[in-house]
Nanobody
């Protein structure tokens, strides 16, 4: 069973940085690709980044490429999202998810966390 819990969200000024974490309390974390998605008020949940089970392959949404970095530590059952050069447009609830493939397709991910709020002030 996969149980995902995000942390690290908060309020930050534009241009600042945050590091999100997503921990899995289960025993199969390293078997899954992991993804980060976000949902702003009134908008659909959108893909942000994803990483393979080994950490050797990752993909990013065009809107965050070069600013965000996804990584994972399988020994700690944790995936991270380092977010730099934040803008107000990055304000959203950020969700981590586990699935079989490194893809941007939301429906491919089987397990989801509850989300953590990120607010970027101008």
């Amino acid at each position: 069973q996969v149980q995902l819990v995000e942390s690290g969200g908060g309020l930050v000024q534009a241009g600042g940085s945050l590091r999100l974490s997503c921990a899995d309390s289960g025993r199969t974390f390293s078997a899954f690709a992991m993804g980060w998605f976000r949902q702003a008020p009134g908008k659909e949940r959108e893909f942000v980044a994803a990483i393979s089970w080994s950490g050797s392959n990752d993909i990013y949404a065009d809107s965050v490429g070069g600013r965000f970095t996804i990584s994972r530590d399988n020994a700690k059952n944790t995936v991270f999202l380092q977010m730099n050069s934040l803008t107000p447009e990055d304000t959203a609830v950020y969700y981590c998810a586990a699935g079989p493939l490194v893809v941007a397709t939301r429906g491919t991910y089987k397990y989801w966390g509850q989300g953590t709020q990120v607010t970027v002030s101008s």
